[in-house]
């Protein structure tokens, strides 16, 4: 060939660059021609048609059909696993489940049953689950939701983008939800599945966006890096629920910390969620409410509970000092400083007992307390 480029470090550099770009733009998929779409549809769903959508949008039919066209068309419509089958695929982005399933466990009531998540109780995910149907897949109809919802849709195409750059190895599609074949309660929905480019073999990729600062146990400044316990058990369980052996995990900080672990899959610990997810399913059938006062704190746990009451009561004292000073009512003020010292004096007493008992009467959510767990 003539005039052939001088294999250089440079062009090498180059080549791998753009072989990135490449792969993370198949894996983050074209998300706001996607989002495009799903409102697209949602405004046919409300005008009763694609040609009333075209008049209001003011185009013309066929623009309509073939923009609702790609997102019937998104990727990964057309997977299989040998272990699960697949519901549906709302769209290659975003999987929402309209409303949870009554009669199924799905991945995002893990971090709960695993005792990670305290910003829900097992109360309220049993009551949940107590008002819903059977099990069902319904698309959903597009909602902006919260603002934190928002820029998660945003960001997690990015971050998902990212992770592909850097697993060379592996092609990332997009997929959907998923359920056992031999457990149709059990269902899961990944972000991504993984396909080694040399071996065929399928793994799956999970993704977290948080405004939350990274803690020093998760691979913050001056720490190891661990999988975080919520993650990590959300991966067991999908990692059970699809028939996979491995797991990536990517998470971004506050906009700018990015991480990716990697997770093998854990027999025991599997079994262990998949028998509290039948625990659950069971105290819903036969509507035995579940008891809050169960859960246990490690000592490590009780002195960074207390540590963190103790932290947060000078600031409450403060604020309730304000109020009074400029002629307003502090009684808010001063009954959630008497709530935290009774946390702070629960947890230096070292009865975990007596800890989860005053948590969920304060009512006040664990992440303010234990905010990496």
């Not at 770009?21 to 409300?46: D, K, Q, T, W």
């Not at 009763?48 to 949008?57: I, K, N, P, Y």
């Not at 689950?129 to 319904?138: A, M």
């Not at 993704?207 to 890096?225: L, N």
Request: glycine residues 6%.
């Amino acid at each position: 060939m003539k005039n052939r480029p001088v294999e250089t470090h440079e062009l090498h550099a180059a080549l791998e660059a753009e072989k990135a770009a490449a792969r993370a733009e198949r894996a983050s998929g074209s998300y706001f021609g996607l989002e495009r779409a799903r409102r697209v549809l949602n405004i046919a769903r409300i005008a009763r048609g694609g040609s009333a959508a075209a008049h209001l949008l003011g185009v013309r039919p066929a623009t309509v059909s073939v923009t609702l066209a790609r997102y019937r068309r998104a990727t990964g419509r057309d997977q299989t696993l040998p272990g699960a089958s697949l519901l549906g695929v709302p769209d290659a982005d975003r999987y929402e489940l309209s409303e949870q399933s009554g009669a199924a466990v799905h991945s995002r009531d893990i971090p709960v049953l695993a005792g990670t998540d305290f910003s829900r109780s097992m109360l309220s995910l049993y009551s949940t689950k107590l008002r819903q149907s059977p099990p069902v897949y319904e698309e959903p109809v597009q909602a902006d939701g919260s603002p934190h919802e928002e820029w998660e849709r945003r960001l997690v195409p990015a971050v998902i983008a990212r992770a592909a750059e850097l697993l060379p190895d592996y092609e990332v599609a997009p997929t959907g939800l998923w359920a056992h074949k031999d457990r149709d309660w059990q269902w899961a929905s990944p972000d991504r599945l993984l396909t080694r480019t040399d071996t065929g073999a399928t793994g799956l990729l999970l993704c977290q966006v948080s405004s939350e600062p990274i803690s020093a146990t998760e691979g913050g400044p001056g720490g190891p890096r661990r999988v975080p316990d919520s993650l990590a058990a959300t991966a067991q369980w999908d990692m059970d629920t699809l028939g996979l052996t491995h797991a990536y995990i990517a998470t971004l900080h506050q906009g700018h910390v990015f991480r990716l672990y990697h997770l093998t899959y854990e027999p025991s610990r599997a079994g262990e969620l998949r028998q509290a997810a039948e625990d659950l399913l069971a105290a819903v059938r036969d509507r035995r409410e579940p008891d809050e006062h169960d859960r246990h704190f490690t000592k490590e746990e009780q002195s960074a509970i207390a540590a963190a009451a103790r932290r947060m009561l000078p600031e409450i004292e403060e604020q309730a000092d304000e109020v009074v000073e400029y002629g307003f009512n502090a009684q808010e003020d001063m009954d959630r400083y008497r709530t935290v010292r009774e946390i702070a004096e629960a947890a230096e007493r070292g009865s975990s007992s007596d800890l989860s008992q005053v948590l969920t009467r304060s009512g006040l959510p664990m992440q303010h307390f234990l905010p990496s767990r």
